[in-house]
């Protein structure tokens, strides 16, 4: 880092990382985590986290329409926290742009099935959730360049809707981050390109997908090469899981067993990235510790979302349990 | 004797020495006291309770300002610059005076600016734990140290140039 940037990056992002630090020692403990596994009821899950920033969002909330609501709100609060934290645009525009992508793939699979799109949408992205209602002519250009590319790719298939817009949403991310001059995003862009790669990779291995049609799903962009990726395709699924496991990428030292398990893919995927995300923890000063907390808030209200959607669905705690990742500390 | 050195006076090169102790100190101060402050106001914004703990933090770059001030006003009394009349100082002198403010000068400038960046990251500790407060001063105080002895180097350089080399 130049003497420069010494000086600059901690006057810009000084204030942000200041309320950051305060925010990180507000976030969920792993004792909260345990309070809410043992609950015996979910007004008991409400009870917990009545004194922790999601206390006043789930206040009345009884079922998983008013949990949903709540946390789309909290994670409404923390993008709005976000934008006035003075980040560069590209990196606002980094984390925005997913739920643009999310409410996209929406509104075709909703297309696909006939269904409508109400309720399926979150007003979080860039543009407004209710453009995605609208016809798909007055879409924003990339988007509606998607929705043809993934009709020309057989509008009958859900697979290839999923791909066409993963890959559109990849490509974004990559270039919100390149244009973001920063390292970290840039490490988290690929990071997260690397690990779309290798669950297409081993779902495409279970479902004995061929060769050619395993590469085309691959995106460019991440630290392990799409030719790299498929020396190993060749591999039955174990082997591929240890190969990918003992390998220089991301996924080295995960438990290749529980890789090969692609129901546990999800799980290990969020742990590898929040492992890179604690490395923001490290910086002083600079993008990296809101960026940091930012995406460990986002997993935090994941976790505590499939907890109490759990207990109102009645999962068992075993299977609860198995479901959360990795904490940001 | 010279009478000038790169076409200035000795009279000349003390004053500017005095100055660039005075400009390198503020400037070092006045971005370090920035930096520390920016991230100590958004901890503060989120927990009110914490300004006591991070005020010392944000105040320690300031010292540097002072050193600088210190320097100035210590070659003015040396070398005659508060009396009545303009000193004569031979160009050598004026430039030894000139590089014995150099130290704080230079040391000052950049110590400055790293002791707010030590403060921030010290300020992180007070923001997770406030009962590290005591501990987290001690980080950007070792940056102090630096400080010190640059502006010792410099009172000491400035005292013998002023007992050897007495000016009319």
Known sequence: ??????????????????????????????????????????????????????????????????????????????????????????????????????????????????????????????????????????????????????GDAGAADEESVSLEVDRALHAESLAHAAASRSRFLEGLAALQVDLANVRTLLRARVRERKNADARAMLIEGGTLSADALMRLYRLPVPELASALASGPGPLRGVDPDELADLARFDVIADDVQVRYLKRARRAAAGPEPVIGYVMARKAEVMMVRTLLIGMLSGVPEAVLRRRLRERYE | MNEVVLGMSGTTWALLGAAFAAIGGGIGSAIGITTISNTAAGIVTEDADKFGRVLPLAAMPGTQGIYGLITAILVLSFFGFLGDTVPTISADTGVKIFLGCLPVAAVCLFSAIYQGMTAVGAAGMVARRSEDAGKALIFPALVETYAVFALIATIIILSRIAALYPVG
């Open chain 1, 1 to 150: 880092m130049g003497l420069r940037q010494v000086v600059t990056e901690p006057i810009r992002y000084g204030f942000a990382v200041g309320r950051v630090r305060v925010l990180e020692g507000r976030m969920l403990s792993g004792a909260t985590y345990e309070r809410l596994l043992d609950a015996p009821s979910f007004a008991e899950q409400i009870r917990v986290l009545s004194d922790t920033p999601y206390g006043t969002f789930l206040e009345g909330a009884s079922t998983v329409e008013d949990v949903e609501r709540a946390f789309d709100q909290a994670l409404g609060e923390l993008y709005r926290f976000l934008e006035s934290a003075n980040l560069p645009g590209p990196v606002i525009a980094f984390f925005r742009t997913p739920y643009d992508y999310a409410n996209l793939k929406a509104r075709l699979k909703a297309d696909l099935y006939g269904q409508s799109v109400d309720g399926l949408l979150v007003d979080l992205g860039a543009v407004p959730a209710e453009v995605f209602a609208g016809p798909i002519g007055s879409l924003p250009k990339r988007f509606r360049a998607i929705a043809e590319r993934a």
